[in-house]
């Protein structure tokens, strides 16, 4: 998606293809597509990010981004997964929910000093700004994240 001179635009990382996005501000809620791949930034669902995606999102994301740490063996993780794909819905074209799965990358999560999951962490303009540990309703990962981005 192009940017025009008038319009204020974020980037965003596709998670499908890692191709990085301008996307007009005003667009976010229209539920802007991927210009590389075709696939959907911002619909409010969870973004699922592997090795390549984590780290582009993470750094260059200029929606805040805030990513799930968890494991497919956690209790708790599974538990708070319903919850934050309602959190997702509701942050819809103000932030971006993700989650990594720290068992298939362990790399991951020992660079970004996940020391407990479901642990959830939130970048701003390639910055981490803010942490959560343990497993939360939806009402809380909303309010964690309009109280962290105003």
Known sequence: ???TSDKAAVKLCCATCGQMNRVPVDRLAAGPKCGSCGDPLVDGRVIELDVKAHDKATRGDELPLLVDYWAPWCGPCRA????????AKALTGRARLAKLNTEDNPDIAQRARIQGIPALVLYVRGREVARLAGARPAS???AFVQ???G
């Open 80 to 87: 708070m997964a319903p919850e934050f794909v309602k959190a």
């Open 147 to 149: 109280g962290k981005i």
């Open 140 to 142: 809380d990962i909303v």
């Open 1 to 3: 998606m192009a940017e």
